[in-house]
């Protein structure tokens, strides 16, 4: 068996630095909210690979139909020749997605490419090249989802110029400053001094902040960027390749508002850590550009298509989503006991189980404190939990263990999160 140790001594001789993960154990195997290193040490997982686990790793049910597809079609290219599985899986998205009107998809490989898709369908379908996008936002370290990006570095700083067509406004969050209506009076500054309504082809947000700091827009702001669109004539994507499928209690964080977009990107969660991501969307703008005009070799695999299939029975059976509001709960409930006890937690939040806290000076300062959320995380993997910040500021905690995670693994987990917690006063 090869170790830790060997394993790391290859990534630093064969792996690009800027590719390379600066975790040193590595993974062998995992099972719902468990996964365990080269040497046999076992880490409870509180990070789902970023979300992407929300019915834990390798569910018996998705292992099933990922195995039965391999003994029946690897490969076509779905442009080549067509397979039942992508067909049905674009019925079903259809059909639990909450967009305008009728909704037809397309499949890619990840979150980066649905949104590079997303943009290409929105410039196809109003004939306008500009997209404005939000402080804080992430969608994809492709060269226009690179620029999307609300956060400079490590995103884009090395890349050199971004493309020049993507505007920014400020994301609401009230906690740091930024009201509703400073961000709205943000976005309308931004369509009077760079992007105006006849050049915007999209506005695009992420309903909760995902990479941004876990932050949610509130409802009402929603429906002002829905209401600004409708105005201009341009279309609202909502990017919930981290928010979708089951992370907030409902399949899609839009649901929360009742607001319809008009098309929707979704990736993680999908198909249990096949890759996979949709683009999902009103019928007339995903069919705007022409024959052979969207695509790729591997978009939609058959095998990532059985497992998103199979994810979506699960959905049913197990009932994800009430799984998803009662995590959700029991997290909220301790992080307010946190937040009562130790005088840097601060700006709990929950919405469904996407949970975080935040960790700052003081509670009236509210100065963010990444190095304390770093620690937090450092001392979780010294002992045995994986757990990751993120935020504008480096100072969010947050939670993306499988909504599938057994009561006492959860509870040894939040013990450990605490115990970090305490360390730092
Ligand atoms: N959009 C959002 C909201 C994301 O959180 C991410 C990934 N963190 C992406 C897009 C990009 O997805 P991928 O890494 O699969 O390209």
Redesign the pocket.
């Known amino acids: 068996m090869t170790t830790n140790a060997e394993l790391q001594a290859l990534k630093e001789r064969y792996v690009a630095a800027g590719a390379a993960s600066p975790n040193q154990r590595f993974a062998d195997h995992a099972r719902n909210a468990e996964v365990w290193d080269a040497d046999g040490n076992r880490m409870i997982d509180f990070a789902g690979g970023?979300?992407v686990l929300n019915i834990g790793h390798r569910h018996p049910k998705v292992v099933e139909a990922v195995k039965a597809q391999l003994d029946k079609l690897m490969h076509t290219c779905q442009t080549v020749m067509p397979y039942p599985g992508y067909v049905h899986l674009a019925e079903k998205l259809s059909q639990i997605s909450p967009v305008r009107g009728h909704a037809k998809v397309m499949l890619a490989?990840?979150?980066?490419?649905?949104?590079e898709n997303a943009v290409k369908i929105a410039r196809a379908a109003t004939g306008r090249s500009n997209v404005i996008c939000f402080d804080g936002?992430?969608?994809?370290?492709?060269m226009y989802?690179m620029a999307m990006n609300g956060k400079a570095a490590p995103y884009q700083v090395d890349f050199g110029p971004m493309p020049g067509t993507v505007f920014r406004a400020p994301y609401p969050v009230p906690y740091h400053g930024v009201s509703d209506a400073d961000a709205l009076r943000g976005l309308k500054m931004t369509m009077k001094a760079d992007s105006p309504g006849t050049h915007t082809a999209a506005i695009i947000i992420?309903p909760v902040?995902?990479?941004g700091g876990f932050y949610p827009a509130s409802a009402d702001f929603l429906k002002a960027i829905r209401e600004i669109c409708d105005e201009h004539g341009i279309l609202m994507i909502v990017?919930?390749?981290?928010?979708g499928f089951g992370r907030t209690g409902k399949m899609f964080a839009i649901e929360h508002s009742g607001v319809e977009p008009d098309l929707i990107?979704m990736?993680?969660s999908m198909a249990d850590g096949m890759?996979i991501?949709a683009i999902v969307g009103t019928d007339k703008h995903m069919d705007a550009s022409g024959p052979n005009s969207l695509g790729g070799t591997y978009t939609g695999s058959p095998t990532a298509c059985a497992a998103a299939l199979a994810v979506l029975e699960v959905f049913k059976e197990e009932d994800i989503l009430g799984q998803s509001q009662r995590l959700g709960s029991t997290l909220k409930s301790r992080f307010e006991e946190w937040q009562e006890k130790y005088e840097h937690v601060d700006n709990v939040r929950a919405l469904g189980s996407m949970a975080a806290i935040e960790l700052v000076s003081d509670k009236q300062g509210r100065e963010p404190r990444p190095d304390m959320a770093a620690a937090v995380c450092a001392y979780a993997a010294e002992h045995g939990l994986i757990l990751l910040s993120c935020g504008l500021h480096g100072n969010t905690v947050r939670f993306l263990m499988p909504v599938t995670i057994e009561d006492n693994i959860l509870q040894e987990g939040l013990q450990i999160v605490e115990d970090a917690l305490k360390s730092l006063s």
């Not at 490989?109 to 949104?115: C, W, Y």
């Not at 990017?239 to 928010?243: G, K, L, R, T």
């Open positions: 970023i979300g490989n990840s979150g980066a490419e649905a949104l936002g992430y969608h994809g370290r492709t989802t992420e902040l995902g990479e990017d919930e390749v981290q928010s990107t990736a993680k890759p991501s």
